[in-house]
């Protein structure tokens, strides 16, 4: 099977970022990672291309996946026979959010 281009917008540490990232090692798929926070130029194509400033966005032989996350990209990819399935744990989650905007623990509280 031959192996697809891909671009990824992606933050350095972000929850949505990361779960691409893991996705893509899952299948092995070779994949330029363009930080979109450490080079404004990247954020900038990647607004350009998309029309919308959210990420990840990920580009995969020329259609753009806008706002994804790892989870969506690897049912897209599937569903695209772009990959093929396989047992592989993705070794990071691959649907969860950057830490800032995980709902914080309800407060506890005490009645008497």
Not at 30 to 39: A, K, L, V, Y
């Amino acid at each position: 099977m031959e192996k697809p281009k891909i671009i990824a917008y992606l933050k350095p540490t972000c929850g949505w970022s990361q779960g691409v990232r893991a996705v893509l090692r899952k299948y092995d798929l070779p994949f330029e990672d363009r930080d979109i926070i450490n080079d404004p130029l990247q954020r900038q194509e990647m607004i350009e291309k998309t029309g919308q400033m959210l990420s990840p966005c990920v580009e995969i032989n020329g259609h753009m996946l806008a706002d994804i996350s790892g989870e969506e990209v690897e049912t897209w990819m599937l569903a695209n026979k772009i990959v093929l399935p396989n047992d592989r744990e993705a070794g990071a989650p691959t649907n969860q959010p950057c830490a800032h905007e995980m709902p914080a623990s309800a407060p506890l509280n005490f009645v008497r």
